[in-house]
């Protein structure tokens, strides 16, 4: 099973959140559902699923389980096996990398950052550094506020000029060697902290947030009328919290959700949303 995963026991005690968070989301979510299911019917299930392994790869297998008894007639647990059905790799052409992933030609157009490939190829690359190393790893998503409202107000041409002074004030912050600035999508950018934990992750989304508030860019459609982003921090901390890349980055998406639900213009981190939403007793977010 951990083979299959592409785990190490030393790294990672199984729990079902986080064993459900390594299926692909779609897959998590039927499985979660259908483990529910056959406890309450106290039957059997079979099911296909997607596990993403932390190296990056898809693997696709079958679970089988069946509901076990106690001596009372309550289910107490689901037995059952995991089959790797994935197809064998054939053989084919390998490009290699002699530079690190950083180092590539891919740049956005516009911004001069890192595009988005960039970005999931060093996710990958990090992410599994920082298993092997067993350091944490940070994240921080920011997005434009109102930026259609802007596009639409001032035009494209501002608005392209908009997001490159945004983008360049992102990039002249001060940074450790290895982090990565780069344009995710529209007028969102992500970066990612090698060494980061998540108190480290919020401290450099709210420098983010007061360098932009710092350039003074009027914005006619936000009430206050200046230019502001909401930002978005998470962590990977450990292979108990999660194991997926991917995971890691939608938690930083949850986190940005979560700031521009309440009006934008503010930081939020993922860690943080989870113990204010427990104290309002409205479980995680």
Same mark, same amino acid.
């Given at each position: 099973?951990?083979? !299959?995963?592409?785990?190490?026991?030393?790294?990672?005690?199984?729990? !079902?959140?986080?064993?459900?968070?390594?299926?692909?989301?779609?897959?998590?979510?039927?499985?979660?559902?259908?483990?529910?299911?056959?406890?309450?019917?106290?039957?059997?299930?079979?099911?296909?699923?997607?596990?993403?392994?932390?190296?990056?790869?898809?693997?696709?297998?079958?679970?089988?389980?069946?509901?076990?008894?106690?001596?009372?007639?309550?289910?107490?647990?689901?037995?059952?096996?995991?089959?790797?059905?994935?197809?064998?790799?054939?053989?084919?052409?390998?490009?290699?990398?002699?530079?690190?992933?950083?180092?590539?030609?891919?740049?956005?157009?516009?911004?001069?950052?890192?595009?988005?490939?960039?970005?999931?190829?060093?996710?990958?690359?990090?992410?599994?550094?920082?298993?092997?190393?067993?350091?944490?790893?940070?994240?921080?998503?920011?997005?434009?506020?109102?930026?259609?409202?802007?596009? +639409?107000?001032?035009?494209?041409?501002?608005?392209?000029?908009?997001?490159?002074?945004?983008?360049?004030?992102?990039?002249?912050?001060?940074?450790?060697?290895?982090?990565?600035? +780069?344009?995710?999508?529209?007028?969102?950018?992500?970066?990612?902290?090698?060494?980061?934990?998540?108190?480290?992750?919020?401290?450099?989304?709210?420098?983010?947030?007061?360098?932009?508030?710092?350039?003074?860019?009027?914005?006619?459609?936000?009430? *206050?009328?200046?230019? *502001?982003? *909401?930002?978005?921090?998470?962590?990977?901390?450990?292979?108990?919290?999660?194991?997926?890349?991917?995971?890691?980055?939608?938690?930083?998406?949850?986190?940005?959700?979560?700031?521009?639900?309440?009006?934008?213009?503010?930081?939020?981190?993922?860690?943080?949303?989870?113990?204010?939403?427990?104290?309002?007793?409205?479980?995680?977010?």
């Amino acid at each position: 099973m951990f083979r !299959i995963h592409g785990l190490w026991r030393e790294h990672y005690t199984p729990r !079902i959140e986080s064993a459900l968070a390594a299926f692909h989301p779609v897959d998590g979510k039927r499985v979660g559902a259908l483990l529910q299911e056959t406890v309450a019917r106290r039957g059997q299930l079979e099911v296909a699923a997607r596990p993403r392994r932390p190296d990056g790869e898809t693997r696709h297998v079958v679970l089988r389980g069946a509901a076990a008894f106690g001596p009372g007639g309550a289910v107490e647990a689901l037995n059952g096996v995991m089959v790797d059905v994935t197809e064998p790799r054939r053989p084919g052409p390998r490009l290699l990398y002699h530079a690190p992933l950083r180092d590539l030609p891919l740049e956005d157009d516009l911004t001069g950052l890192a595009d988005r490939h960039q970005f999931d190829l060093s996710l990958g690359y990090e992410f599994k550094r920082a298993v092997r190393s067993r350091k944490p790893l940070g994240m921080v998503l920011v997005d434009i506020d109102h930026f259609p409202a802007f596009n +639409a107000h001032y035009g494209e041409l501002e608005g392209d000029a908009c997001l490159r002074r945004v983008a360049q004030a992102v990039q002249a912050l001060p940074r450790r060697t290895g982090d990565l600035v +780069a344009r995710y999508e529209g007028a969102r950018i992500a970066v990612l902290l090698p060494l980061a934990d998540a108190a480290g992750a919020q401290r450099v989304a709210a420098q983010i947030f007061e360098a932009i508030r710092a350039l003074g860019l009027p914005n006619s459609g936000h009430e *206050s009328g200046m230019l *502001s982003v *909401s930002c978005g921090a998470a962590a990977f901390v450990g292979m108990d919290d999660l194991y997926n890349p991917q995971e890691l980055l939608r938690r930083a998406e949850r986190a940005l959700a979560a700031a521009t639900a309440a009006g934008g213009c503010r930081v939020e981190g993922f860690h943080a949303l989870e113990f204010m939403a427990a104290l309002a007793g409205k479980g995680a977010c």
